[in-house]
């Protein structure tokens, strides 16, 4: 018993669209750290962020736990920060607010620009960005139907629409965020206070594994 009071708990959120299968090369070597997956659950009809990050948090089943989100999923671990006692909030490839969302989110936002989007050709342009960046990497893997699995299309109408949506006036200051500086989708420029991966791109905490599994504990460590 006292073992697991001992014990510094890691839970993981996947991006948009992402299951938790991205994290499966990330590992923390010392003995003491566990690391819990989480997936997303179906969004109730018309259900707002707060609400389902409430169900969501349901899936935490510790105390004092530290808290890493990947992308729309470092967004959502922000918010799960205010639902359960939390020592440590990680995001990567994410924003601590909505002022460092890119124009063009800011433009969508404002002019309602993602309500008109065909979502299987959103579907099809998730598949085809994983194919065409990922593939050198890893070229014997269908990376779309390994780590992209949530597609359904409920779902990613009120993915879009929240992420879009999303304000946040104060950030925690336990939160550390983690940044590559080639991310297409979350631009460098727009970015403040993070540590810089350098060459990192949106999608490195599948590629760079190595680097999180070597920096992962000293960065939760960091006072």
Request: aromatic share 10%; charged share 30%.
């Amino acid at each position: 018993m006292s073992d697991i009071k001992q014990k510094n708990h890691v839970y993981m959120m996947p991006g948009l669209a992402a299951n938790s299968q991205i994290f499966e090369n990330v590992k923390i070597p010392n003995s003491s750290y566990q690391l819990h997956r989480i997936d997303w659950i179906k969004p109730k009809l018309n259900e707002d962020l707060k609400d389902y990050c409430k169900r969501l948090s349901m899936k935490i089943k510790h105390k004092n736990v530290i808290l890493l989100g990947v992308s729309f999923g470092g967004i959502i671990v922000q918010e799960l920060s205010k639902i359960v006692d939390t020592k440590k909030i990680i995001i990567v490839s994410s924003v601590k607010s909505e002022k460092e969302f890119p124009k063009l989110f800011k433009l969508a936002k404002h002019y309602g620009l993602d309500k008109p989007i065909p979502y299987s050709l959103f579907d099809s342009l998730i598949k085809n960005s994983v194919k065409f960046k990922l593939n050198k990497f890893y070229k014997r893997i269908d990376l779309a139907e390994r780590y992209l699995t949530e597609r359904e299309e409920y779902y990613l109408k009120w993915a879009v629409d929240n992420l879009l949506r999303w304000k946040n006036d104060t950030v925690n200051p336990n939160l550390v965020h983690i940044h590559g500086t080639e991310d297409k989708i979350f631009p460098i420029k727009n970015i403040d206070n993070c540590i810089k991966v350098e060459g990192g791109n949106h999608e490195m905490i599948i590629i760079r594994a190595k680097w999180f599994n070597e920096n992962l504990e000293k960065i939760i460590s960091m006072s």
